[in-house]
């Protein structure tokens, strides 16, 4: 029997720069489904923000001193620009640009109420 030759052994850890890509994803994620409150919009409003950091010219991305603060920011307006164009959910209160509330006839709910709230 001939004993088999011996591998190099593999670390297990992955390397450290994909390992603060997928927790940077994950933070990303997180924000825009509490933002939005869904799962497949909130992947996809990441999905926005990531491309259009790999869609911006290099000289743009050398001007931006933390890219983790502008993927944040322009998630954040994503979920904005989804939150105002989908129509109002049933029993939730809007406003319009001015701050009139439209919707539930209930009154708003205390901050933190989202916890105790049904998943939609």
Not at 2 to 14: D, G, I, K, Q, T
Not at 74 to 88: A, D, F, K, M, Q
Not at 89 to 104: F, M
């Amino acid at each position: 029997m001939v004993p088999e030759p011996r591998r190099p052994r593999r670390s297990n850890a992955l390397p450290s720069a994909f390992c603060v890509v997928v927790a940077e994803r994950r933070h990303l994620k997180n924000l825009a489904y509490h933002l939005l409150g869904s799962v497949d919009v909130a992947e996809h409003a990441v999905q926005e923000a990531y491309t259009g950091w790999y869609t911006m010219p290099d000289d743009q991305q050398d001007g931006i001193d933390s890219p983790f603060t502008w993927l944040v920011g322009t998630l954040v307006r994503i979920c904005i620009g989804l939150l105002e164009s989908s129509p109002p959910r049933a029993g939730v209160q809007t406003a319009d640009r001015a701050g009139r509330l439209h919707g539930a006839d209930r009154p708003p709910q205390r901050w933190g109420a989202w916890r105790d709230a049904p998943m939609l």
